[in-house]
């Protein structure tokens, strides 16, 4: 127990004093580094985003579960993981990293355990898959799990870094040219991912298509440890444990509108999930080549670039809640569609 202490202490670098400064102060330290932490910012989210193109769960994950199961569950378990491990376990550390005063060593050095790591063993569950298809994907789901949910625990601190290196004035721009960027990128490796399908045999286009997806989220870290914090006192909060918990549970009762938003969040995030089991019934029922998975990865990217394109407009004019409700409307009818194809 001791020995895991120091080892935390030196992974967050707890040890480490950090001086009093006003709030003018740090804010003047982060325009200063703002060209750099724009850079490195940037291409830690195209790296990134290119990577995710080669494991989307919506296309490529599902079609390496298919080849092993059409078991329903573990192809719903996929999805789930994806939308429950970045959300869920941001509940259990929130209040831990809003106390802490550096955000990036939690990012950085305790996130390269819990959220690059894992990705090794995707490339490594499509090869075991050589010799035994069922212990090949119980490795996958392992880093899968470890992956989505490490990336969920130190989600926190990755927005509070960026909050903090990235005026408020300039993340539009940040956000918006890493979206467009990255989309593309993104685009280009969901068509290689098509071309590897077609060239190879499983499982080893499966091997190359991990592999490239985790050399691309380790470049994304590479980035990401190269971000300068501006460092300022830690925030005082007494939310801890049980008054967290009981905290929440006030709000949510009395908040009327935030708990109707909540509500509404969960039935799009469960219906959603539905993505997994489409890409699967193409393949199986309309007798589709996997190349046509890759492709089918671009689609969607191109649709997620348009519409968001489109529901900034709307969001601008007409607000944000009627840019949603369009989108949710728009998702349904997608899968009414597909009810007929």
Do not use: C
């Not at 490594?124 to 992956?147: D, E, K, Q, R, T």
């Not at 990336?151 to 903090?164: M, T, Y």
């Not at 989220?217 to 918990?245: C, D, H, K, M, N």
């Amino acid at each position: 127990m001791l020995l895991r202490r120091r080892i935390l202490v030196r992974l967050l670098l707890l040890d480490q004093p950090v001086a009093l400064r006003t709030e003018a102060e740090i804010e003047s330290e982060a325009r200063k580094n703002y060209p750099w932490n724009f850079r490195v910012s940037l291409l830690d989210g195209v790296s990134f985003w290119f990577g995710l193109a080669f494991v989307s769960s919506a296309t490529i994950v599902p079609l390496f579960v298919s080849k092993v199961t059409l078991n329903p569950l573990l192809i719903g378990l996929i999805a789930m993981i994806a939308q429950a491990g970045w959300q869920l376990p941001q509940l259990l550390s929130a209040h831990v990293i809003e106390r802490s005063a550096r955000k990036k060593p939690i990012l950085v050095n305790l996130g390269f355990f819990l959220e690059r790591v894992p990705v090794l063993l995707w490339p490594l569950g499509a090869l075991v898959s050589v010799w035994s298809p069922p212990w090949g994907l119980a490795v996958f789901i392992v880093g899968w799990s470890w992956h989505g949910f490490g990336a969920g625990l130190v989600a926190p601190a990755w927005q509070d870094l960026l909050a903090r290196i990235i005026p408020i004035e300039r993340r539009g721009k940040m956000y918006g040219i890493t979206t467009f960027l990255g989309t593309g990128f993104a685009a280009g490796g969901a068509v290689l991912s098509g071309y590897i399908l077609e060239k190879y045999e499983y499982p080893y286009d499966f091997v190359i298509i991990f592999s490239i997806a985790a050399v691309a989220l380790f470049t994304s870290w590479l980035f990401l440890a190269l971000t300068r914090e501006p460092l300022g006192a830690p925030v005082a909060v007494a939310t801890v444990g049980e008054t967290l918990w009981s905290r929440m549970m006030d709000i949510l009762r009395i908040d009327v509108n935030f708990r109707r938003f909540l509500i509404v969040r969960a039935l799009y995030t469960l219906g959603t999930m539905g993505l997994g089991f489409v890409t699967v019934s193409a393949v199986e029922q309309l007798s589709i080549a996997d190349a046509v998975v890759g492709y089918y990865t671009v689609t969607l990217l191109v649709g997620q670039t348009v519409g968001g394109l489109i529901s900034g407009i709307i969001a601008d004019r007409r607000g944000h809640k009627v840019a949603l409700a369009l989108g949710a409307l728009t998702m349904a009818l997608a899968f009414g569609v597909i009810v007929f194809a």
